[in-house]
């Protein structure tokens, strides 16, 4: 059984930094597409960072250069290193895995697997 669990959320001042982890259990980690997406209440699911099996990098223009996504594949764990934080990125954010980086990224459907998410709130 698939099993993907999120943490490290919090609350920050705005500018501030939060690093996200997810440990992955019960598929073959490395051959999925990784990445992070978040829902903001009232809000659409957006993907924020997406990550291949080869470790290429993606990144929408709402958090580019503040994001990082990285994995460690000995450790079966995901993160998201959040930089210079604003009020727009409150929302809950998810780890999700996918065997379509597309998808993933983009969010045009759920995830085949996904955590129960990390909730973060940045204050201005």
């Known amino acids: 059984q698939v099993h993907l669990v999120e943490s490290g959320g919090g609350s920050v001042q705005a500018g501030g930094s939060l690093r996200l982890s997810c440990a992955a259990s019960?598929?073959?980690?490395?051959?999925?597409?990784m990445g992070w997406f978040r829902q903001a209440s009232g809000k659409t699911r957006e993907g924020v960072a997406t990550i291949h099996p080869e470790g290429s990098a993606y990144y929408p223009d709402s958090v580019k250069g503040r994001f990082t996504i990285s994995k460690d594949n000995a450790k079966n764990t995901l993160y998201l290193q959040m930089n210079s934080l604003k009020p727009e990125d409150t929302a809950m954010y998810y780890c999700?895995?996918?065997?379509?980086?597309?998808?993933?990224?983009?969010?045009?459907?759920?995830?085949?697997?996904w955590g129960q998410g990390t909730q973060v709130t940045v204050s201005s």
């Open positions: 019960g598929y073959t980690y490395s051959n999925y597409c």
């Open positions: 999700a895995a996918d065997s379509h980086c597309a998808s993933l990224a983009s969010m045009s459907r759920l995830p085949r697997y």
